[in-house]
T-cell receptor, first 114, second 113 residues
Framework: DGGITQSPKYLFRKEGQNVTLSCEQN?????MYWYRQDPGQGLRLIYY???????QKGDIAEGYSVSREKKESFPLTVTSAQKNPTAFYLC?????????????FGDGTRLSIL | DQQVKQNSPSLSVQEGRISILNCDYT??????FLWYKKYPAEGPTFLIS?????DKNEDGRFTVFLNKSAKHLSLHIVPSQPGDSAVYFC????????????FGKGTKLSVKP
């Protein structure tokens, strides 16, 4: 059945290391998004992409990078420049041409620093 | 500066009673408002939405009310069930930005049997 798959569920990063979080969707959605959630906080937008090979910075893009080589995939790299990477990362996707269509979320990846 | 505010971090309600979750916003350009429900270690699940041109939308036990003059919306759950216990996020869509959402910090609802 259709959905959004994030992997891994848990990830550990060493100091100075880049790590990549995977997000795949088979909903045929046009747009994909990455959010970060910290304890007691709402979701904050990191990056989003509306079409293949194009993406835009969100509110907290510093220290992160993304790519959108396929419609189904939107991986997020947490670089060593992100000084506080410990958080719960959520990927979402949605249609763009249907009014009021909500974003659908994956089950998240929890990133921790070793 | 928070554009979407959920001022109650938690709410406790008896099973069978009404749960009312509130949300305030500051930006008049928001064109859609959405409510999501989230369990621990899972992604948010979409519940219900409302267009800024409406004042009420209903779906089963869930009703969302929008008061544009007060920049306030609320989610009513009637009757509340123990399975409704979760964190509820209010989100607003920035009009013209192709779906980008701004989320509140969430309200943790506990429904007691």
């Amino acid at each position: 059945d259709g959905g959004i798959t994030q992997s891994p569920k848990y990830l550990f990063r060493k100091e100075g290391q880049n790590v990549t979080l995977s997000c795949e969707q088979n909903l045929n959605h046009d747009a994909m998004y990455w959010y970060r959630q910290d304890p007691g906080q709402g979701l904050r937008l990191i990056y989003y992409s509306q079409i293949v090979n194009d993406f835009q910075k969100g509110d907290i893009a510093e220290g992160y990078s993304v790519s959108r080589e396929k419609k189904e995939s939107f991986p997020l790299t947490v670089t060593s420049a992100q000084k506080n990477p410990t958080a719960f990362y959520l990927c979402a996707s949605s249609y763009l041409d249907r009014e009021g269509q909500p974003q659908h979320f994956g089950d998240g990846t929890r990133l921790s620093i070793l | 500066d928070q554009q979407v505010k959920q001022n109650s971090p938690s709410l406790s309600v008896q099973e069978g009673r009404i749960s009312i979750l509130n949300c305030d916003y500051t930006n008049s350009m928001f064109d859609y408002f959405l409510w999501y429900k989230k369990y621990p270690a899972e992604g948010p699940t979409f519940l219900i939405s409302i267009s800024s041109i409406k004042d009420k939308n209903e779906d089963g036990r869930f009703t969302v009310f929008l008061n544009k003059s007060a920049k306030h919306l609320s989610l009513h759950i009637v009757p509340s069930q123990p399975g409704d216990s979760a964190v509820y996020f209010c989100a607003a869509r920035r009009g013209g930005s192709q779906g980008n959402l701004i989320f509140g910090k969430g309200t943790k609802l506990s429904v007691k049997p």
